[in-house]
């Protein structure tokens, strides 16, 4: 017996119960997507995008890694902002992190982790940079939480600084990057407020013209 017998057996049971519900589900989902969202997330198993957003297959697009980083070197992620933009042409980016997640604690320890060091090194450098704004009297618990969100403030910047958002802004696209923070405790998504829809919002240095 195949190791992923159990699998295949829940999605047949899956998408027979879709098929039941909607006998034009997979039809029209094979024609073409258009979604209005890319999330760009963390890998963390806890924190399935379409499930907690109550959305189906077809209706976000995905994006994730290690702490939800957007490093600029990352051709992966550098490759899904310019084709969720360009060629599905979403109006929303959410960049999204999760309170309790392993690669922020990791990268709060003096240790290495290996070949990830390079990569936690992208949230030691957020730490070291809002280091003054962390008060002796906050729990592990509280600086956890609160880098966490820093994390996400800086990753939503990281997208608006790419050339593809901002040549989207300069022809009038309708795109706008949110942040947000997913609790894993209650299933809940917090609101960071910040909402970048324009040069405006961002230091000019970033800026492409």
């Not at 604690?105 to 060091?117: E, G, T, V, Y």
């Not at 008060?135 to 618990?141: H, P």
């Not at 939503?156 to 593809?164: E, G, Q």
């Not at 949110?178 to 609101?191: A, F, I, Q, T, W």
Request: hydrophobic share 40%; aromatic share 8%.
């Amino acid at each position: 017996m195949s190791l992923l017998d159990d699998l295949l057996k829940n999605n047949e049971e899956w998408a027979t119960k879709i098929s039941r519900e909607d006998p034009t589900f997979f039809s029209q989902l094979a024609d073409q997507q258009s979604p209005d969202y890319l999330w760009i997330g963390c890998s963390d198993s806890r924190v399935p995008a379409i499930q907690l957003l109550g959305m189906m297959p077809g209706d976000i697009f995905v994006h994730r890694n290690i702490a939800n980083l957007v490093v600029h070197t990352d051709l992966s992620c550098m490759s899904v902002i310019k084709y969720a933009v360009d060629v599905l042409k979403v109006k929303h980016i959410i960049v999204t992190g999760h309170y309790d997640c392993g690669g922020i604690k990791a990268a709060m320890q003096k240790q290495s982790f290996d070949l990830i060091d390079g990569w936690l090194r992208n949230i030691k450098d957020i730490y070291v940079k809002y280091s003054d704004t962390f008060s002796d009297e906050m729990t592990d618990k509280q600086r956890l939480d609160y880098l966490t969100e820093l994390n996400v403030v800086e990753q939503a910047k990281n997208v608006c600084h790419t050339t593809c958002v901002q040549e989207a802004w300069s022809k009038g696209q309708e795109l706008t990057v949110h942040g947000l923070v997913y609790s894993v405790e209650d299933g809940r998504l917090k609101d960071l407020k910040m909402n970048f829809d324009n040069l405006d919002k961002i230091n000019d240095l970033y800026h492409i013209r």
